[in-house]
């Protein structure tokens, strides 16, 4: 009965993240990004981008400040300088018996340069953009 009275507990503090520091905090070397209503906390597989290499980024998505848990998280990249994004498009999925928790595969910047790393999270008041610029070489 405790199990399942822990399970429900923590499946509820998970989704809303109203704890916001605890948001991702077992993704070892992750780091986070934050909005008004989210925090992102995220790490990329493998954590050295390679030209041309396909890579994923598993990610925590919360909500701050009594905000509403996010309704979906699309995640996407773009180089501002060039005007253009990516050749392919991320599936995100969550991650099997990981509450909060999701992986978008995929992605590939198949140019060095500066690109922005795009975490659009959709939620019930709207959608909010949250970026990080990376410098690939």
């Not at 009275?5 to 780091?31: K, M």
């Not at 498009?89 to 595969?105: E, G, L, S, T």
Request: glycine share 8%; net charge positive; aromatic share 8%.
């Amino acid at each position: 009965m405790f199990r399942l009275f822990a399970a429900l507990i923590a499946t509820a503090c998970a989704l809303p993240c109203d704890a916001v520091s605890a948001c991702g905090a077992d993704l070892r070397g992750a780091q986070t990004i934050e909005s008004a209503r989210y925090q992102i906390t995220y790490r990329l597989q493998p954590a050295k981008i390679a030209v041309g290499r396909h890579f994923s980024v598993e990610f925590v998505a919360c909500a701050k400040g009594g905000a509403p848990a996010p309704a979906a998280v699309v995640v996407d990249a773009s180089m501002p300088q060039h005007g253009h994004g990516m050749n392919y498009k991320a599936v995100v999925k969550p991650v099997q018996n990981q509450n909060a928790r999701y992986r978008a595969d995929g992605l590939m910047f198949h140019m060095p340069g500066r690109w922005e790393l795009i975490f659009e999270v959709q939620g019930a008041v709207g959608t909010e953009r949250l970026t990080r610029s990376i410098a690939l070489e």
